[in-house]
């Protein structure tokens, strides 16, 4: 699967099978995208990608765009 | 979706007798989508027993409970009260789950984290009010006041900590007959001592070990107790504990071990609720020994040193199943087989733990396991609910799974060495009854801890609040404290009347305006400070002070501070020279816990919205008492 997938099925697992990702979609376009359903969702991509997040990244993060470029510097696990 | 789509997703689930956990998942989204909320529900909980990862479980418990039907209840309810020191809103959804296996139908009511002590020692709590059959105490070590050594007295802090959770324990029993499951202390993997740690009384580490001992044996017979410092040591504890996520986020406990802890927390309440399964019902060739004993004979069978690995691991399971035995579950052979060859290999194969005087009933011949079951209930007056099936023939486990859905069935790998914990990870057998001889010595901790906890500890509400020796300091916002301030505005979203959010220049403009009121609350107890935690913004309107922001942190929601700070807001309002205070409730889909703020502290009701927005004023002139009798209020420049 390619990191855009692979990120979407996370996506899916957290909120719904019916929600599309664009790289400046942010936590706004996403009805159910609260701060339980943010923690969720970077404790999955951690798992998913093999990553930790630094620091105040846990807590914010402003788009899928800055999202799919931390990813794709830092995942060690395809 | 189509019937085909349908059709094609079961496949995929049911291609593997445990199926699939994404499988199962698609399969119960599909069919919540198609109406089917039966269906979803089942294969939600296949879900959670086919997998324990946080991943699937939240997902599938996101499922479950879309599809909770209210015009189909189980008659098996719970009413959870989800009593936390820490965030429990992943856990929540999850104990729903968690009570698939018992056909438990969970509802859960959830306070702020933190608020444990208060809902409990309050008799007008919403945990009262929700009338809950299960009250859940979800704590952790951070809860305690136990303090990491040297120390020199120890075994006062230890009783100290002790009697306060009975006395918390007596205070729940005293307002409601409902369950209490209290969560022991998994203990944190920091050592400053080392190795020395379990040597020393006065290590965080052995008090805690200790307190779980204290608490677990005076529970007994009266209070569940979910062993989490065994659950954390079997998860691994740099998972458990993950500090991470306590620091962004107060998770106690780590995402990756909600799904263990949730299936536990319901096998004991489901223990106390007295569904505990009294049988065991085992097959016998290649269940208790290797091989098939019609082929190989009595002597033949792999079982014991002499027959190797495959023989050791059968042997370990016997003795795993005799202490089931011992405790007192009932052990039943179900059999395909002649009865004179079994009763041989019991009687002469010196290597068989398990004797005939072990087991409580038979059916061996050549009837289809189904119905060797279904007598072996008759024989032992047991309802198939009371009985476990183990057998390792998949189409054996399918065909009483299908005759006989009330009957558990566990699942049994390829290798014997692995039978061991395939019955460890069943929790239908965890225990609620103990012995007398337990129930004594309960019994005589209870009331030990009822007389010290007379001068040690606290048991309503006022005496809590009393012990806790708050000290509030109250003053204007100054240029060191907007940066908090403004952080405080913009996440605060429980105890917030109005949930409005400022920019930190609106922050600044605030506390430095003459015709405003900008105050700010720091609060420390004998236990900790918690520091800057409440926020009042008032703006003069001639005559009137109109409050614009009323916010306070969760994590001293309960504790009068808010009343001690609109009581300083009134003060300032008269010198002011105003004679109304006007404050407004704007409802969030997070704020209902502040809806009675204004009416609970002496404010009329002005006027209600379509929204829900109600404003609310107070006449200073009538002078009405705001009363913070557990809180001794300073300010900086007191001595």
């Keep these: ?78 | 979706m189509t019937g085909d789509d349908l059709d094609t997703l079961e496949a995929a689930a049911l291609a593997s007798e445990v199926p699939d956990p994404a499988a199962a998942l698609d399969l119960a989204r599909a069919l919540l989508r198609s109406g089917d909320n039966p269906g979803a529900r089942r294969w939600a909980a296949q879900v959670a027993s086919a997998s324990e990862e946080f991943g699937p479980w939240t997902a599938a418990a996101t499922v479950y409970g879309q599809a909770q039907d209210a015009s189909d209840p189980s008659d098996r309810l719970v009413r959870l009260a989800l009593l936390g020191s820490s965030t429990t809103t992943q856990l929540a959804p999850m104990l729903r789950l968690a009570g698939a296996p018992w056909s438990i139908d969970v509802t859960v009511s959830e306070p702020p984290y933190g608020q444990f002590e208060q809902e409990i020692l309050d008799p007008s709590s919403g945990t009262w009010e929700f009338d809950p059959t299960a009250v859940v105490l979800a704590v952790h070590h951070g809860a305690t006041r136990l303090a990491e050594g040297p120390s020199d007295d120890p075994a006062g802090s230890l009783a100290e900590e002790r009697d306060r959770w009975l006395s918390l324990w007596a205070a729940a029993q005293s307002q409601s007959t409902a369950h209490i499951v209290q969560h022991l202390f998994a203990i944190p993997p920091t050592r400053p001592f080392g190795h020395l740690t379990p040597g020393r009384h006065d290590t965080r580490a052995r008090l805690l070990a200790d307190l779980n001992h204290l608490l677990a044996e005076a529970a007994a017979g009266s209070v569940g107790v979910v062993d989490c410092e065994h659950l954390a040591s079997m998860h691994g504890k740099e998972r458990w504990f993950d500090e991470r996520y306590w620091f962004a986020a107060k998770q106690a406990v780590g995402l990756s071990a909600l799904p263990t802890l949730a299936r536990h927390t319901m096998a004991v309440i489901a223990a106390q609720m007295g569904l505990t399964r009294k049988c065991v019902v085992v097959d016998l060739d290649n269940t208790l020994w290797g091989g098939v004993v019609g082929e190989v004979g009595p002597m033949g069978v792999a079982l014991g040193p002499d027959g190797g690995a495959r023989g050791e691991a059968f042997s370990a399971f016997q003795d795993q199943l005799l202490s089931l035995r011992r405790r007192g579950v009932l052990l039943a052979v179900a059999s395909k087989n002649d009865e004179a060859v079994v009763r041989e290999v019991f009687e002469t194969n010196p290597a068989m733990r398990i004797t005939l005087d072990d087991v409580s009933a038979w059916e061996v011949g050549w009837n289809p396991k189904p119905e060797s079951v279904e007598r072996l209930a008759a024989t032992l007056s047991l309802g198939l609910d009371s009985l476990v099936f183990v057998d390792d023939n998949p189409a054996e486990r399918e065909a009483v799974r299908q005759a006989l859905p009330e009957v558990d069935v566990v699942v049994l790998g390829d290798d014997p060495a692995t039978y061991g914990r395939a019955l460890d990870r069943y929790l239908g057998f965890e225990p609620a009854m103990v012995t007398a001889e337990d129930l004594g010595r309960a019994a005589s901790y209870r009331a030990k801890a009822a007389t010290s906890h007379a001068r040690s500890t606290s048991a309503t509400l006022d005496d809590f609040l009393e012990s806790l020796d708050m000290i509030a300091e109250i003053d204007d916002v100054g240029p060191d404290q907007v940066a908090r301030v403004h952080q405080l505005i913009n996440k605060t979203n429980q105890f917030n009347l109005t949930t409005r959010r400022h920019d930190l220049g609106t922050v600044t403009e605030f506390a430095n305006r003459a015709d405003a009121v900008c105050l700010r609350l720091h609060l420390r107890d004998r236990f900790a400070d918690h520091g800057l935690v409440a926020v009042l913004v008032g703006v003069q309107e001639g005559e009137v002070l109109d409050i614009d922001t009323l916010l306070m942190s969760c994590r001293v929601i309960g504790r009068t501070a808010e009343t001690a700070l609109l009581g300083a807001a009134v003060r300032r309002a008269a010198d002011l020279g105003c004679t109304t205070i006007r404050g407004t409730y704007e409802p969030t889909s997070r704020n209902a816990l502040v809806a009675d703020f204004y009416d609970n502290h002496h404010f009329a009701l002005v006027s209600t919205s379509d929204e829900g927005t109600s404003v609310w004023e107070h006449q200073l002139a009538d002078g009405a008492a705001m009363p913070t009798p557990h809180i001794h209020l300073t300010s900086p420049t007191d001595p």
């Design chain 1, 1 to 78: 699967m390619t990191l855009d997938e692979r990120l979407l099925k996370v996506f899916h697992d957290i909120f719904d099978d019916t929600v599309e990702l664009r790289d400046d979609t942010t936590a706004d376009d996403i009805e159910d995208w609260d701060s339980l359903h943010h923690i969720n969702l970077m404790y999955l991509i951690e798992e998913e990608f093999g990553v930790q997040f630094v620091g105040n990244q846990l807590a914010e993060m402003a788009d899928i765009g800055e999202l799919k470029a931390f990813l794709a510097d830092h995942s060690r696990r395809t």
